[in-house]
């Protein structure tokens, strides 16, 4: 949390917050589609589930853990606003860790296959994209409707 957010005591409000996921939470969803047509039309996963499996598994861990330094701030993360040092560090083994399942000893057992190196790229453009939207949004929100 940021140091300005522990001045002063703030109230919660379920309808802010409700609104705030109805707002963000499609974000999610976007990008979930872009990922199933990517996997679909450019990797022709129609003849390849377990690559279907993979792919998802992989962008739904890495944008679920992204999502969180998003939203934990106000301000633009990774700039002007860093996570703690725990929260970074659980962060970047989440996503290694998930990364690394993909080519393990453990990936047949879980139905993985190996992702092409070209997915990667397309996985860091979507996580951009999904970072920057979701940004834009949070901002609007909280211009609108406060903090």
């Known amino acids: 949390m940021d140091e300005d957010w522990l001045t002063k005591p703030r109230q919660w409000s379920i309808d802010k917050i409700r609104r705030f ?6 974000i ?14 450019l990797f022709n996963c129609w003849d390849n589930p377990a690559l279907f499996h993979t792919g998802w598994f992989v962008e739904s861990l890495f944008t679920q853990t992204l999502i969180i330094h998003v939203i934990r701030t106000n301000k633009i993360p990774f700039i002007q606003s860093r996570a703690s040092w725990p929260l970074t560090f659980t962060s970047v083994i989440i996503v ?5 399942l ?15 190196p070209r997915y990667w790229l397309f996985l860091a453009l979507m996580l951009l994209g999904y970072a920057i939207l979701t940004q834009v949004v949070k901002t609007w929100f909280i211009r609108r409707f406060g903090e």
């Open 28 to 41: 999610s969803s976007i990008f979930d589609y872009l990922t199933f047509f990517l996997l679909l039309y």
């Open 96 to 100: 290694a860790v998930g990364a690394w």
């Open 102 to 116: 993909t080519m393990s000893p453990l990936a047949n057992t879980l139905g993985f296959v190996q992702l092409p």
């Open 21 to 26: 996921i109805l707002f963000i939470g499609p």
